[in-house]
């Protein structure tokens, strides 16, 4: 079994940062590793999403260049927030799964991650005008 946990949410200003990071736990292998988020009212979105077997990213294109997804090492991942906007406002989630294509992976990331097995309880993050 896998397990996700994740720390460092937060409330901050517009224009501050916030670094989420994601713990997992568990041998089962997986190859991609998102985090997606869903504000109140509304439904979960990709938010960014890591092959973990060779670092490739990926970005919704309301966080690209303010978000940055990356390795901690091969168990943990953080999600680096900057220029934060109150619409970032939602409950950030990470998820890990195995999809056996990169085509795959993208289509169940932009459907908001329906197809990832595992996921954590999620942190909120508050940004403030």
């Known amino acids: 079994q896998v397990q996700l946990v994740e720390s460092g949410g937060g409330s901050v200003q517009a224009g501050g940062s916030l670094r989420l990071s994601c713990a997992k736990s568990?041998?089962?292998?997986?190859?991609?590793m998102g985090w997606f988020r869903q504000p109140p009212g509304k439904e979960r979105e990709g938010v960014a999403m890591?092959?973990?077997?060779?670092?490739?990213t990926y970005y919704a294109d309301s966080v690209k260049g303010r978000f940055t997804i990356a390795q901690e090492d091969a168990e943990n991942a953080y999600l680096q927030m900057d220029d934060l906007k109150p619409e970032d406002t939602a409950m950030y989630y990470c998820?890990?799964?195995?999809?056996?294509?990169?085509?795959?992976?993208?289509?169940?990331?932009?459907?908001?991650?329906?197809?990832?097995?595992?996921w954590g309880q999620g942190t909120q993050v508050t940004v403030s005008s």
């Open positions: 998820a890990a799964g195995t999809f056996s294509t990169e085509e795959t992976a993208l289509y169940v990331f932009r459907l908001g991650g329906h197809g990832f097995d595992y």
């Open positions: 568990g041998r089962t292998y997986t190859n991609y």
């Open positions: 890591i092959y973990t077997s060779g670092g490739a």
